[in-house]
């Protein structure tokens, strides 16, 4: 790794952020992600896109150009998050952050700290995960009702798992929103009960709607402050595009305001929340400032997550074999709705983590297909279906990403996390098919990385480890976390440029450092193609370019 001393970022002439658009960069390794052509030593940049990438000697004339000098560091086509939440990694930034929680007493030390320090209103949190916690029994441990009428007494208290698919709420939460003994789960949901048959304060999946009218309705300037939060976290972990999932109808307009002011610095891909589902079909895909703010798929969700055994599974969880999991939804409610985003042009983007909610979704892409034919389709054959996270698969059910095709979109730090507790929830065998990057791979399947933050932290760098190392950040790998499923440093980098690219149909203009295409560019301060796997987390992003404006540099 080189000396920190030795990363100093040059700008010669430029302030980050001012729109230079015209620059030369040189001074570090340059990866391009062109096969014919893999690195440089320069890059040149004018109006925005690139207009060379090659040897130094035979660099056109540098008239007029920024220049920037890597002083060692090294260059990538932008990284782009193929799944985050970009309004959760802003509220992360504003309300109670459990992320890395140790334990119950941690958590809860963070609750009270919170607690006094806003004596009034509702108390939301989000970031617990209890898997690694001293309190946990193969992850079996959740926050409880009692924990947080202790840590905050009196209060309502809502506290969301980091995989969102979970709440735990205080006892004055759930009497607030009338959940008692007496109360059914809605379909799709669980009301976690004790023995005593009362609720323990875990409403999981569906079952959090239940509280939803007590969250605090923010208004539209704590909603921008919250994705001027996210813009500044994911670009100064160097990602200079998110596919943004889930993303509330309701917000579009404001994102593309932003987007129109200035104030969208990284590019957004948004895929909306069913609400939206109508009016996006009817209006078709939509795109301003340039292609900053694009919105062109639905999300949906077939499933629940595996931490809170909501995945849906086609046999019993090995550690509650009272359950098989949660769908969300049925065929019949579902294939309707596809098929009229495929008259609309519209990309479908389906959350699938069980091996029986991936198969459920394979086949329903499949109907869908088949009752609307190429022919009715703005986009003909090209409709680049997607399915979010596609954790666990039978390996039988490997082929339909490959025949329909299906473009697979997963996030590599779930592996290493999940891999604590993996076998717990679905015994050995299951796991051959769990987190199958490879083998998806060498079925030429596109697999699209992403980090589900604020689920995960978020940060590329983890996301690539986790990719090629399948190890977690402690260097620990388990016997049963089939080690061949790891990539190699080329594809883990295709992963995370390229292949998003192609996910939200701009290949042609992003995903590799070539000649026409976008300036988009991460720059870290080490290399991630030749460092030992283990030193890869502890990079840094030096510099985030978008469209040829430096957005973030660490100096």
Known sequence: ???????????????????????????????????????????????????????????????????????????????????????????????????????????????????????EGVIVGRGWIETRWPESVNGARFLTAADLDAAAPGRIVLLGRADGHAVAASTPALEAAGITAATEAPAGGEILKGPDGRPTGLLVDAAEQLVARLMPQADPDQIRAAYRAGFRVEARYGWTGVHFMSAPWADIPLLETMAREGEAPLRVYNSVTPDGAAALIAS?????????????????????????????????????????????ITGEEIVPLYEAA???????????????????????????????????????????????????????????????????????????????????????????????????VDLGVIVVGGSDAPVERGDPLIEFYAAVARRDLDGFQGPDWRPQEAVSRETALKMFTLWPAYASFREAELGTIEPGKRADFTAFDIDLMTVPAAEIPHGQAVLTVVDGVVVWSRD
């Open 284 to 328: 078709g895909p939509r795109s301003v400032a340039d292609g900053r703010i694009i919105t062109r798929a639905i999300k949906y969700y077939a499933d629940g997550a595996l931490g809170s055994r909501g995945a849906a599974l086609f046999a019993p969880y090995s550690d509650r074999p009272d359950t098989s999991g949660l769908m969300q």
């Open 1 to 119: 790794m080189l000396r920190p001393l030795a990363l100093a970022l040059i700008l010669s002439g430029v302030a980050v952020g001012a729109q230079a658009q015209n620059l030369q960069i040189h001074g570090g390794p340059i990866y391009t992600g062109v096969e014919a052509a893999p690195q440089a030593e320069l890059v040149q940049v004018r109006d925005g896109r690139i207009v060379f990438a090659g040897r130094a000697a035979d660099a056109p004339d540098a008239t007029g150009l920024t220049d920037i000098d890597l002083a060692g560091a090294t260059l990538f086509p932008g990284f782009t998050d193929g799944h985050a939440h970009l309004d959760g990694i802003g509220w992360r930034e504003l309300t109670l952050n459990l992320e890395g929680s140790t334990s119950v007493v941690d958590a809860m030390a963070r609750l009270t700290a919170w607690a006094d320090a806003h004596p």
């Open 342 to 440: 495929l008259r609309g042009g519209i990309q479908l983007a389906t959350h699938a983590i069980g091996d029986r909610g991936n198969a459920s979704v394979a086949d329903w892409y499949r109907t869908a297909l088949e009752a609307v034919p190429a022919s009715e389709r703005p986009n003909g054959a090209d409709v680049r279906l997607r399915i979010e996270h596609a954790q666990i698969l039978r390996p039988s059910d490997y082929h339909w990403f490959q025949d329909l095709p299906i473009i697979a979109s997963m996030q590599p730090s779930h592996a290493i996390g999940d891999f604590h507790f993996a076998a717990a929830r679905l015994g050995d065998a299951r796991l051959d098919g769990a987190y199958a990057w490879k083998s998806l």
